[in-house]
């Protein structure tokens, strides 16, 4: 996985100190991988075990694999996407990179033992993508509602248990009305899935499984940004075909 989608996975995890590190690495790259681990210490004013504990809590196994993914991102990032056909096809490496790296089990496990399984989304697009997965899971057996409305939202949580399974899915996870139906769900000891873009949120920050997705803009005439979501239609696309590879085959 490459560094930063590894510093946006870990980084509230990270000490005020290590933020400070992964700023200098992440604005000097290039220095960085000429440096052994002493002379990355000496000029982070900080010490050798200090890095080896930051390149670990980063999942890399030593300084030697985090120095190798910065010049292979380095290699990506010099391949400057012609068209955005190319962007796609980066946009989908990066979350099967992601994707490689995270483990569905815990959640799969949840997502079968859950009394019902309610779905919300918020946003157009995100609402699309959801209506799709509630289909895959009810072809799975996986019996599902799809809440549609803020209101509803709002009406349906006074009626879901903790032997409940709630997947929201959001771009920024910070919907102010989502905030006040997760603080009351979080009372009721309610299972929370969380999925946004990727980045520290109050909906991913609140929740018991948190999946993300890159929402990467892209070039428009309109003066509200454009994102591609491409990754929130596989990360779910991914779930809802784990989740049936582990009803039928692992269990």
């Known amino acids: 996985m490459d560094f930063d989608l590894r510093v946006k996975i870990n980084y509230d995890d990270l000490t005020d100190s290590e933020k400070e590190m992964v700023r200098f690495i992440t604005n000097r790259p290039q220095d960085v991988i000429s440096m ?23 999942g890399y196994h030593g300084f030697s694999e985090l120095k190798y993914a910065l010049r292979s991102d380095m290699t990506l990032s010099s391949l400057e996407p012609s068209d955005l056909t190319l962007l796609l096809k980066q946009d989908l490496d990066r979350i099967f ?24 989304a918020t946003g157009f697009s995100q609402n699309n993508f959801t209506k799709e997965f509630s289909k895959d899971l009810m ?23 903790e032997e409940d399974l709630v997947i929201l899915t959001s771009f920024s996870g910070e919907t102010e009305m989502i905030k006040d139906v997760v603080r009351e769900l979080k009372i ?64």
């Open 36 to 58: 052994n681990i002493v002379e990355l210490g000496e000029a982070l004013l900080s010490s050798k075990s200090s890095v080896l504990r930051l390149a670990k809590k980063l």
């Open 97 to 120: 990179r992601y994707i490689e790296q995270t483990n569905f089990q815990p959640f799969l496990e949840k997502l079968k033992a859950a009394r019902m399984v309610f779905l919300y």
């Open 188 to 251: 009721k000891n309610v299972t929370i899935a969380a999925i946004t873009k990727f980045g520290s949120n109050f909906l991913s920050g609140h929740a018991d499984y948190s999946f993300f997705y890159e929402a990467t803009p892209l070039p428009s005439y309109q003066k509200q940004g454009v994102h591609s979501l491409i990754g929130l239609e596989v990360i779910l696309d991914v779930i809802a075909r784990k989740y049936r590879e582990f009803i039928l085959f692992d269990e």
């Open 139 to 161: 072809i799975a057996n996986r019996q599902n509602i799809l809440i549609s409305g803020e209101t509803n939202l709002a009406i349906n949580s006074s009626i879901i248990t």
